[in-house]
């Protein structure tokens, strides 16, 4: 314990006060912002999906930098993941790609992020090195575990199989084990082709569909919800919640709560929790 009569004194006391505050101080921070994590999926597992929008080859890339980000930001938090399906751009980026996050409070924190990202910056992509604006779209789901939640009837989904393939079309191998499952009454579709058969990539998609249909029938609750008080904000590329600026000045706003950063590299490689934190204290 810190001998609170010595600290005008003794300059390692004052030390060491400061250290403890410093910890209790971000202990009861985590510990707030835990109560707001209250949610029957926030302590689970999160999947993820990222999905290139307006912006080309720009927002191909985006995509790639933004799952740069998130998988950073799951590794500082220790927490597990796995990339279950990725879509690549023909030149660069990837068009869209899903990934598994297994940790506590993951789909507490990372639901905190879905919507849309804007890039601002110079184009490597373009002879003229001109400012371009990019766009990427981020979708969180939990992880449903029981099939009580979701019930998928077998004449309710069609599935397809055909040949994985990798970055610049070339086969991952050449069986047909990837599998997409459309599910009729929604048109929702998903697939996967990272797992080595077609049974395991089948469970897997089966696992995305049902965290899709669950968010979806949560949105229209909501949406329901905002209709009777006023109205429904559309999820277009116009509502962006957080701009990310390199050009012609350096700055990570975010839309929804007026946080900003000077230090976009920083926030790009997984330093999200300012973002996350504020978020949490506004809704």
């Known amino acids: 314990m810190v001998n609170l009569f010595n600290l005008d004194e003794d300059l390692e006391a004052q030390q060491e006060f400061i250290s403890t505050y410093i910890a209790l101080q971000e202990r009861i921070n985590q510990f707030y912002l835990k109560l707001f994590l209250n949610g029957k999926y926030d302590t689970g597992n999160a999947i993820f999906a990222l999905y290139a929008g307006a912006g080309g080859k720009d927002a191909q890339d985006w995509t790639q930098m933004l799952l740069r980000m998130y998988l950073r930001f799951c590794e500082k938090k220790g927490w597990e993941t796995t990339i279950l399906d990725q879509s690549f751009g023909e030149e660069t980026g990837i068009k869209s790609v899903v990934v598994a996050v297994k940790g506590n409070l993951a789909y507490g924190y990372l639901k905190c992020e879905k919507g849309v990202h804007r890039l601002v910056r110079l184009s490597p992509f373009n002879s003229k090195h001109t400012r371009e604006t990019s766009f990427a ?119 929804r709560t007026n946080l900003e950063s000077s230090n976009p590299e920083k926030v790009l490689t997984g330093d999200l929790d300012d973002f996350i934190e504020a978020y949490l204290r506004n809704v």
């Not at 575990?145 to 009837?153: L, T």
């Not at 990837?178 to 089966?206: D, F, K, W, Y």
């Not at 696992?207 to 999820?235: M, P, S, Y």
């Open 137 to 255: 779209l981020l979708e969180v789901f939990p992880e449903i575990i029981e099939d009580n939640e979701v019930n998928i009837k077998p004449e309710e989904i069609r599935i397809d199989v055909f040949c994985s393939g990798g970055a610049g079309g070339q086969h991952v191998n050449r069986t047909a084990s990837a599998v997409r499952i459309t599910h009729l009454p929604t048109g929702i579709v998903v697939q996967c082709q990272n797992e080595r058969s077609q049974i395991q990539n089948r469970a897997v998609a089966m696992k995305i569909l049902r965290a899709k249909i669950f968010a979806k029938i949560q949105d229209q609750r909501e949406n329901q919800k905002k209709e009777l008080q006023g109205g429904v904000t559309e999820a277009t590329w116009g509502n962006q919640i957080r701009s990310y600026v390199l050009h012609p000045y350096k700055m990570v706003k975010d839309h």
